[in-house]
């Protein structure tokens, strides 16, 4: 990370190699560099940012602070945020941005100062989800929170290269694009959402493919919640290597 006075003699230089233009939307975010001498100038179109406690998978009920990044081609027709899709529509924010922000929000003060109390004082997860986020280059943005000793968690379909540094890949593999198949085997978790009875079988083609350490999850389409639920707990106790993921957030209504 630079210091202040380096940062500044970055902002006043001008580019030597002359490719100043920035990068399209649709480009990955290492084209969208403010200034190519510093990472934490790299920019992403963030929607949200906010800490909550996570609702879904292995990590339920556990306080994480999320950052939704915009742009998604997936788009699956019963997605509950379609406004990340269009990246265009969200603000771009620096990698020292976003990182600044999660340590403003994940930093308590009133906490007593005691040697067990210092190690806990910060929430130890950051969770980047979309959107599809996978769409851009996470690279530095996953290596400056790990300089802020932060978890990296990414939830993501998979459709896309992974980039970054993780501690927990979330793979929730679609329909509409499939996972890229290097992806797979490095999932720390496989949640396929439940719509239909169909889908079972789609979750058990991935099932196979994942390692054995991989933690397998059915959750049910928030919007067929009530109908496909007795179906997930029924296919469950006949498959015990499945345990159900329940969007907790949403019953408790926390974001």
Not at 140 to 164: D, R, V, W
Not at 183 to 211: G, M, R
Request: hydrophobic share 35%; glycine share 6%.
């Amino acid at each position: 990370m630079p210091t202040r006075n380096e940062e500044q003699e970055t902002r006043n230089q001008k580019p030597e190699t002359g490719n100043e233009k920035q990068g399209t939307r649709n480009e990955k975010p290492e084209t969208r560099n403010v200034m190519n001498e510093s990472m934490t100038y790299i920019t992403l179109p963030v929607m949200e940012a906010f800490y909550t406690l996570q609702g879904e998978g292995f990590h339920q009920g556990k306080a994480a602070y999320f950052i939704r990044l915009g742009g998604c081609d997936v788009e699956c027709f019963w997605c509950d945020v379609k406004e990340s899709w269009d990246e265009s529509k969200h603000p771009l924010l620096s990698v020292e941005e976003i990182v600044h922000e999660a340590l403003r929000y994940t930093s308590p003060t009133e906490v007593p100062i005691t040697p067990t109390a210092i190690g806990r004082m910060r929430v130890a997860i950051i969770v980047v989800t979309g959107g599809e986020p996978l769409m851009h280059n996470l690279e530095a943005l996953t290596t400056a929170l790990k300089k802020e000793n932060f978890q990296t968690h990414i939830e993501t379909s998979g459709s896309h290269t992974l980039s970054g540094n993780w501690d927990w890949i979330c793979l929730s593999p679609k329909k509409f694009k499939p996972p890229l198949p290097e992806i797979i085997p490095l999932a720390n978790e496989l949640k396929v959402v439940i719509y239909n009875k169909h889908d079972f079988n789609w979750a058990e083609q991935f099932a196979q493919k994942v390692s054995e350490h991989c933690k397998l999850y059915l959750q049910p389409e928030w919007g067929q919640s009530t109908k496909v639920t007795p179906l997930i707990i029924d296919y469950i106790k006949k498959n015990p290597q499945w345990e159900l993921s329940l969007q907790l957030h949403k019953y408790i209504n926390v974001p």
